[in-house]
């Protein structure tokens, strides 16, 4: 397999912007970032500011012919990508490996549905603590990305490849040996703080020291370890220990993903975390209360937007 050269970067929020700027920085990487109008115009003609540096960043339009791309990093919100999704196949090609940033449990599966599931790893991203307002981004914790097949207790070749990449491109890697137990703990956590800061409008300084805000986000962090339990995903009580490690060494200013969405008045991906999570405690006989009165406070603060 040739080496990575060619990246794509879908979705230019907090995180989709910081991983473009590793690579456009980096030597050895032709990096585009794949947009629609108005996002496409905006990109193009004010380009990103991460950290307080500028970037122009080529900008592709879906419907312009472009070469495949080697490597396609997804950074979507949820709710965007069943109409999003075609929009990468003028860029994916014989060769290309697709990985997603997304949150949730879904998006691996649904891009693999349209290109093929042997183009697709599995991926997370955890501790980055991104802010982005309009085309303007700042973090403090670029977090790391976790990525693989399902089983990487071999690392395949098309794994490999994706680590090198993100070397030379200076973004931190891991590859677990069982992937899928990271999904289920990176959805955990999303069912936790994300949904629990936006509905106390806090940031994750107030996680860090209130006994009352990590209540609230323990409560529903353990309706999916019960949920992971009944589904045979080996996630344990340990794992919330090891959030508590990656928690403290956020920003105590920094927001989560759901905040910024409820703080801008924008459709939050509440239906990926506790939607999915009453669906399947429904499916699997998992009460899941938290989530009910969760998914239910966020509904109403999405309806009342200004």
Same mark, same amino acid.
């Given at each position: 397999m040739k080496e990575i050269k060619n990246v794509a970067i879908f979705g230019a929020g907090a995180m989709g912007a910081y991983y473009a700027s590793r690579f456009f920085e980096s030597s050895g990487f032709s990096t585009v970032l794949l947009a629609r109008n108005p996002r496409h115009d905006r990109l193009k003609a004010e380009g990103l500011t991460v950290n307080g540096k500028h970037y122009s960043i080529p900008v592709v339009h879906p419907d312009e012919t472009a070469s495949p791309a080697d490597l396609i990093i997804v950074a979507l919100k949820n709710h965007h990508l069943p109409e999003a999704a075609h929009d990468l196949k003028n860029l994916v090609g014989e060769g290309t490996t697709l990985i997603s940033v997304m949150n949730g449990l879904d998006s691996e599966e649904y891009l693999g549905s349209i290109y093929g599931m042997d183009k697709v790893l599995y991926a997370i991203a955890v501790g980055i603590d991104a802010l982005r307002q309009g085309n303007e981004i700042t973090y403090t914790n670029p977090g790391k990305i976790y990525f693989g097949e399902s089983d990487n207790t071999i690392p395949n070749e098309r794994v490999l @490849?994706?680590?090198? *990449?993100?070397? %030379?491109?200076?973004?931190?890697?891991?590859?677990?040996?069982?992937?899928?137990?990271?999904?289920?703990?990176?959805?955990?956590?999303?069912?936790?703080? @994300?949904?629990?800061? *936006?509905?106390? %409008?806090?940031?994750?300084?107030?996680?860090?020291?209130?006994?009352?805000?990590?209540k609230l986000m323990e409560m529903l962090m353990r309706e999916v370890l019960a949920l992971a339990h009944r589904l045979r995903v080996n996630l344990v009580e340990q794992d919330l220990n090891e959030w508590s490690k990656v928690l403290n060494s956020l920003s105590p200013q920094g927001k989560t993903s759901m905040l910024q969405d409820i703080e801008a008045g924008r459709k939050t991906e509440v239906e990926s975390f506790a939607g999915k999570m009453v669906e399947l405690g429904k499916i699997h006989g998992i009460p899941t209360p938290a989530n009910e009165v969760v998914l239910s406070i966020i509904h109403v603060l999405e309806q009342t937007r200004a």
């Amino acid at each position: 397999m040739k080496e990575i050269k060619n990246v794509a970067i879908f979705g230019a929020g907090a995180m989709g912007a910081y991983y473009a700027s590793r690579f456009f920085e980096s030597s050895g990487f032709s990096t585009v970032l794949l947009a629609r109008n108005p996002r496409h115009d905006r990109l193009k003609a004010e380009g990103l500011t991460v950290n307080g540096k500028h970037y122009s960043i080529p900008v592709v339009h879906p419907d312009e012919t472009a070469s495949p791309a080697d490597l396609i990093i997804v950074a979507l919100k949820n709710h965007h990508l069943p109409e999003a999704a075609h929009d990468l196949k003028n860029l994916v090609g014989e060769g290309t490996t697709l990985i997603s940033v997304m949150n949730g449990l879904d998006s691996e599966e649904y891009l693999g549905s349209i290109y093929g599931m042997d183009k697709v790893l599995y991926a997370i991203a955890v501790g980055i603590d991104a802010l982005r307002q309009g085309n303007e981004i700042t973090y403090t914790n670029p977090g790391k990305i976790y990525f693989g097949e399902s089983d990487n207790t071999i690392p395949n070749e098309r794994v490999l @490849n994706v680590r090198n *990449a993100f070397e %030379r491109a200076g973004l931190a890697s891991e590859i677990p040996a069982d992937m899928m137990r990271m999904l289920w703990w990176k959805f955990m956590i999303n069912v936790g703080i @994300n949904q629990a800061s *936006a509905v106390m %409008r806090v940031p994750y300084g107030v996680f860090q020291t209130s006994p009352d805000a990590q209540k609230l986000m323990e409560m529903l962090m353990r309706e999916v370890l019960a949920l992971a339990h009944r589904l045979r995903v080996n996630l344990v009580e340990q794992d919330l220990n090891e959030w508590s490690k990656v928690l403290n060494s956020l920003s105590p200013q920094g927001k989560t993903s759901m905040l910024q969405d409820i703080e801008a008045g924008r459709k939050t991906e509440v239906e990926s975390f506790a939607g999915k999570m009453v669906e399947l405690g429904k499916i699997h006989g998992i009460p899941t209360p938290a989530n009910e009165v969760v998914l239910s406070i966020i509904h109403v603060l999405e309806q009342t937007r200004a």
